[in-house]
Structure formats: C-alpha cells, structure tokens
C-alpha cells in the first residue's frame, strides 16, 4: 500500500521539600498523570515528601528482584533497569532471584512480587499489556496483566526518572545525569488507550533498489518497544486462496475484454470453500490465532455489473461507482459462519475498508467479528479531521460513525506520511493530536499507522503518535515542551519555532493533495525564510553547549532541510527548463539522501528518499538535461496556462475538438506545471481534458533538424495534434514517473503561431490528486549528426 502503497515543557518536577537527594522522583508523578489512559495514583500521607531510594548519591539503594523461572521478558524488564540506572548515576542494582539476598529497596520483577493481585489491573480493562506499579516505603512491585505488560511497567518507572526514548539509536535516547535517584511513593494502574498500536515500516524500515548496503534498516526495533506499541496489523491485501487465473479464470473478476483481473470474485461458491479451506487450515497450525486478516488485493476493483444477491445499491462517490462494501462483507460474513461451524466461534476477520469498498455497507450488517479497518487511501493527509479546510477529511467523521451503528469495533488505517514524498519538510502534529483524542472519544479500538519514518522531520510526529497510541488523553502541549526541551537543550525554542512554522504552513493551506506537488505553494519562500532563520539561531545556540549531542540533533534538522530546500529549487529550475541546474540540484540530492540514511536514525527515510526520488524524478531530470545540452536547444516552451475543455469520454476527436479554428471563449483556463487539478477544482474529476494553446515557432529553427514535442509529465494517457495534425509518438510516457514525446517536424509551420491541441485521459482517481499535464513542456530541436 506503500507505494499506491504540538508542547512537554519538561513537566514541573516536583521540588521536594525535604532534600535535594528526592529530585528525580518528582518528574514521575507528573507523568502518570499525563501520560497514562487509565491511571490510578495514591502517593503516601505526605505525597511529594515521600519517595522510594533507588540510588543514594552514586550507590545502590535497591535490589532488583526476579525468579529462577523469569520469563524472557521479565529478566529484560530487569536488565533495562539495571543498565539505564548505572548509565544516569553510575551505580549497579544487583539482580537476585532469592529475595532474602536483597538490600534496599526490593524491586520486584513480574512473577516475583510476594503479592500479585492482578483483579485491580483488570477491573479497569483487560488488555494484556496492562500495568501495575506500585511504589511503596520500601519496595517497588511492577507486573502486568502479561509479561508484556511487566516491561511496560518498568518502562515507565524508567521514563519517571527521566528517561526519553524520543527516536530510535543513541541519539534520540535522552538519559538524565543525576547521583540520587527516588521514585515517588504511588500506586499506578495503566491501561491503553487502544488495543491496537502499530507503525508499519518503523520496527524495520523496507529496502528499496538501489540503497547501499550498511544501512540499518532494524534500528527501529528498540524504540517500537519503548514506545509501547504492540504491532497487531489487522486487515491486509489478498484472499488466502492459491488458486490461480490461469488454472481457474472463472473464479476471477473480468476487465473490459472479458480477461480475467487479478482480484477473486468473491461471489463464487469456490472461491468461498477455498478461503474458508485455506481459513482453517491457518488456524489448525496456529491456535493461539485469533484475528484472520483478508480483502482484495491492492489496486482497484472493477466490477462490470452489479450482483442482485450480493451488491447493495449505493455510489461511491469519490470514484463516482459502484461501492462494493457489502459485497466484501457478505462474502467476511459467510467465512465466519463457516469458521464458527468448525468450532472457531472466537476468531474476528480483519478488513481493510479501503478504495472501492470503504463506505458502510447498506444492504448487509457485517458480522460482530468483522474488524474493519479504516484506510482513507484517497483522502487530503496534510490537515487533522476537524480542520475547516478539509471538508474531504472531514468526511471520514461519517465514515466511521456508520460503521459503528452497524455493531462493530472500527480500526483506523491512520498514513503518516505523504505519497511520493521523498522526504520534504513535513510535520503532522497537528493531525495526529486531534484526530487520535477523535477517534478514542468516538469508539475506535485501534491504530494501524502506515509511515516512512524520516526522523528529523517526522520525529516529533511520529513521538506523539506512538504516545498517544498508549494514551490519547495526554496534555499534547505538556508533551511537546519536554520532548524539545530535553532533545534539543538550550536550542529548544528556536527548533519549536522552526517546526511549528512548518506545522502551521501546512494546517493554514488551502491545498489538500497527498504528496508533494502542491508542497511548492506551502513551503514558500517566505515560510522557508523563517524556517531558515530559526534553524540557524538553533544552530548557534546548540553549538555554545558543552554537551555536543544537541548540536547533532540539530544537524539532523539541518541536512533534512537542505534535502527539501534542494528539491525545491529542483522543482522550480524544471519548470522553468532550466534542466542544467536541476540536475545539478538533482545530484547534490542524491548526494544529501545517502548521507541521510547512513545516520542513525535516519534523518531520510530510505524507502522514499531512494525508490520516490528515482520514479517519479529521475527519468524527468535526465531527459529533460538531454534534450537542452550538446547542441540540442529549446525551440519554444509551452505555456503554464491553457484553454481546456473537460470531456467526460475518449471520443472527442470524433467531434472534431482537435480542429483549428474553434473557439475556445467557453473553454476554461487550467495552469499544467504550477498548480494541480485538485487545487484547480477538478480534485475528482475522471475522463478526458482537451488541453489548446498557441505557441511561436521562430524561423531561425528553420533547418532541416527533426522538432520534437515533449512533455514532462501526463497523467495518465495523451494524444497529440498540431495544426491539424495529429503527432506520430517517438516516445509513450508512464504517469507521473516517464515523459512522453512526439515528432513535431512535418506539422510545425516556422515563423507563424502553431495550434497545439492534447487529449489527456485520466481514467483513474489516484492517491496523488493529480491529472492532466502536470508538468511543463516544451519544443526542442534535435541536434543535426
């Protein structure tokens, strides 16, 4: 699916009255407070007075204690102690397995604690990742509902003492320096907001062609832990059926020639027994499985004509269709029966609500354990639900209040980053704060976010995501304030400047397309002037510090921008056709995205910044440096701005609309390079746009050299005339990612004003919001031999 596929002031610590020595015990239970779901605190008599000595001026003052029979995820919880205490204060906690051998505080670890009284996790909720931590005059008992949860318990007890795992590696870990260390007396009781908590392509990030070896692609392991995420993936492209088109035609859905598609028909008894066949053999193999996870495969559906048993009557208006919702959920509704039947009456079907079958259904009621999963594929990623610019995002509110009438548990398919983006400046804060508290408040059981982590931009994000994963109650403002803080020190309020500008150039755009064409009209020269200023101050400040991790933070910021600033002026220098200093542009990216994914963590994410840079901006750098060096010349270029004329079919040449002399007052006037159709209000619009301009052809180009005609980008099909004349096609583009091109030799008439007329036809509603010519053109003049 990849490629179709806001403040944490460092929270008040609490200055205890007492002595100096109970300093780090005061950060704790501010956080529990803010951090948790469902927390339960009760300090000692006097609160704050009180804390539990875990290390006294250098030396230990606890004993970790654990079992002979600890699970692997206990002795972690243990280790992770041990060794993040010793890292803030120099002292070593001894770990023991018989509690008489203890000194100090105990600790106790899991199955150790004398007491266990899991009833008082579970009357709040039952989510094995629940947690118990429990600080008393002396001892500390941390156990949850599983040994997951354990782990999460210790966590915490390590993030009250101040420990941040801000971004994967050693330098988005922040370790505090301290020689005492307490923890407040307290009973916490945590649960998670959501039971699902996933970032896709984060725990190991993908590899693209071409990416040099030595990256390390699993740095983001430690810090999906850390974060507490659980990593369930529910829904999922592909019926688990083995059955192919070739040994079975009739068990696929047909295109247009009566071929058969890639996608089952999920109508056919067979595809049906085979599913349930494949269904069940799964779940014999696997019996702790509980969540089967099927749809159809990625891309899209067609369906020919509806089925009177199976199909409802209703549009989906986004792609102007059938909507096949309730097909799919007759078809999850049917594979359930069958499973309960077999004697698996407890296992759910996750389905990606997505595309073609996104909408509610009208004509079914889905199954109880029909999990659909949210995944507005199509949907504006640059604003937060409640945005009012974003009447599309907002629709999404419908969306999941219809799911949820009908009596299931939607998920949210939440995409965190931003289609074709190689890894410009972005920052989604915004959207993440408001619409994780929305879908907490409004019934979602979980989160399955689909990200390219570029940890320089997307770091405060994606930080706040993970956290409100676990907590969508958290003060966001409280959170943020510690997260610059204590990242960049004494740079902290020129780097929250510099991302909130970019935060607020995004929130404040009238512009909705998810990927990067439309990023030229939001980061502007003058947002990119402030970001610059604010960047640079952060620089200086950071580099007067004796502690150099700041500065290198900051660097991360400062690579990742120059990476978006070069991009930019790429983008600018091709559409004025100065193809020479785009790809001298083009190079120095090349150059920035290697030294980015080399960092960890990466400041680049290597996914993007590789396979999004070469599809969709390789083939156009270098073509177009081609045709305007060694001795070939630019005879014209087409302008930005030209008359159009929607036409809904592909028969528009049979009404004559690519004749000289027609007139065009009626047309509507559409810019090709500058602006997208989205922004230009044709945002759903699908079939073919009549494009006519007039252009100057000097005499000078008089010569006897073959003239091409060539576009830098179309999408998605194009035929060419001029005056007149329709254009043999040298070379057929592909999209977005192939300029397209057509000999203009015989047809152009030198010293006069030629007709270009272009038919696009743009049958598709894609992820990126574009259509049309979407990049600029020009006529060139092939060098004679």
């Known amino acids: 699916m ?56 250098g030396n230990p003052s606890a004993t970790v204690v654990t079992t002979v029979y600890a699970s692997a995820l206990e002795k972690k919880a243990a280790t992770e102690l041990v060794n993040y205490i010793k890292s803030i204060s120099g002292a070593e906690l001894p770990i023991v397995t018989n509690e008489e051998e203890a000194t100090g505080t105990k600790i106790y670890i899991g199955g150790a604690t004398p007491e266990i009284d899991l009833n008082t996790i579970s009357q709040g909720g039952d989510d094995p990742a629940s947690f118990r931590l429990a600080a008393a005059a002396d001892s500390i008992q941390l156990y949850g509902l599983s040994d997951q949860g354990t782990l999460f318990a210790a966590f915490e007890l390590l993030e009250q003492i101040g420990v941040r795992w801000f971004m994967p590696g050693d330098i988005g870990t922040v370790i505090p320096s301290k020689k005492t260390i307490a923890l407040p007396m307290q009973d916490t009781i945590q649960h998670p907001g959501f039971s699902v908590r996933a970032m896709q392509a984060t725990e190991a990030y993908q590899k693209p062609p071409g990416l040099p070896n030595g990256v390390n692609l ?58 349930v066949q494949s269904s069940l053999k799964k779940l014999q193999q696997d019996p702790n499985l509980k969540v089967l996870s099927m749809g159809p ?53 996750g389905f990606t609500a997505y595309d073609t079958y996104y909408q509610p259904p009208v004509r079914w009621k889905p199954h109880p354990r029909l999990i ?98 676990w907590n969508p109650d958290l003060d966001v403002e409280a959170l943020l304030d510690d997260y610059y803080t204590n990242l960049y020190g004494p740079a902290a309020e020129s780097m929250r400047e510099h991302f909130e500008t970019l935060e607020q150039a995004f929130a404040n755009a009238d512009y909705f397309v998810g990927n990067i064409y439309d990023f030229p009209h939001i980061l502007t020269d003058k947002v990119r002037k402030e970001m610059e200023k604010t960047l640079s101050m952060a620089e200086k400040e950071a580099n007067k510090s004796n502690d150099p991790v700041y500065g290198k933070r900051v660097a991360m910021v400062r690579l990742a921008y120059s990476f978006g600033d070069n991009f930019l002026g790429m983008m600018d220098n091709i559409n004025r056709l100065d193809f020479v200093k785009a790809k001298e542009q083009f190079d120095r990216i090349y150059a920035l995205r290697n030294e ?60 004559g609309l690519w004749k000289p002399g027609l007139g065009t007052k009626s047309w509507m006037k559409l810019k090709t390079h500058s602006e997208t159709w989205s922004s230009q209000g044709l945002r759903y619009y699908k079939g073919h746009a009549w494009y006519r301009t007039e252009v100057q ?89």
């Open 2 to 57: 990849i490629l179709k596929g806001k403040r944490f002031v460092l929270l008040l610590i609490f200055v205890l009255a007492v002595t100096p020595l109970l300093m780090a015990a005061g950060q704790a239970s501010a956080n529990n407070q803010s951090l948790a779901d469902e927390t339960t605190t009760k300090h000692g008599q006097d609160g704050a007075e009180q804390g539990v000595m875990l290390v006294s001026d």
């Open 297 to 349: 495969n990625d891309g899209l559906v067609k369906v020919l004509q509806p089925h009177p048993e199976w199909d409802g009557n209703d549009l989906d208006a986004t792609h102007d269709t059938l909507s096949l919702t309730d097909r799919y959920v007759k078809f999850i509704n049917l594979v359930l029966e069958q499973l309960e039947q077999a004697g698996y009456s407890d296992v759910s079907i």
């Open 372 to 469: 659909p999963v949210i995944a507005s594929i199509t949907v504006d990623r640059y604003h937060a639900i409640d945005n009012p610019l974003s009447w599309e995002r907002g629709h999404l509110k419908e969306i999941i209040d219809g799911w949820r009438k009908l009596g299931v548990e939607p998920q949210i398919y939440q995409y965190l980053y931003n289609l074709a983006d190689p890894g410009l400046p972005f920052s989604m804060v915004d959207q993440v704060s408001s619409e994780f508290k929305y879908y907490k408040q409004n019934g979602i059981a979980g989160i399955r976010a689909e990200n390219l982590p570029a940890w320089a931009y997307h770091g405060p994000g994606l930080y706040l995501a993970a956290k409100m994963m």
């Open 697 to 785: 052809v000097d005499k000078n180009f008089d010569n006897g050299n073959p003239i091409h005609l060539w576009f830098s980008s179309i999408d998605e099909t194009a035929r060419v005339w001029m005056n007149g004349q329709e254009l043999p096609l040298v070379k057929k583009g592909s999209g977005l990612t192939s300029p397209w091109e057509f000999d203009a030799t015989n047809a152009i008439e030198f010293g006069e004003s030629n007709l270009v007329v272009v038919d696009v036809g743009n049958a598709i509603l894609d992820e990126l919001g574009t259509g049309g010519i979407t990049g600029p053109a020009m006529l060139w003049e092939v060098a004679s031999n």
């Open 596 to 655: 980015a994914v080399f960092h960890s963590p990466v400041i680049l994410n290597p996914w993007a910044s590789f396979l999004y840079t070469d599809i969709f901006w390789k083939n156009l750098v270098t073509e177009g440096e081609q045709r305007v060096t060694g001795g070939k010349r630019v005879v014209a270029q087409m302008p930005d701005e030209w008359n159009v004329m929607l036409f809904p079919h592909d028969n528009g040449d049979l009404l």
């Open 218 to 275: 699993n740095e983001g392991k430690p810090w999906v832990e850390h974060m507490r995420l659980n990593q369930k993936f529910y829904g999922t492209h592909g019926i688990p059926c083995t059955i192919s088109a070739k040994d079975r035609p009739d068990l696929y859905l047909p295109n247009e020639n009566g071929q058969p598609t890639n996608q089952f028909d999920v109508t056919k008894p067979d595809v049906l027994a085979c599913v």
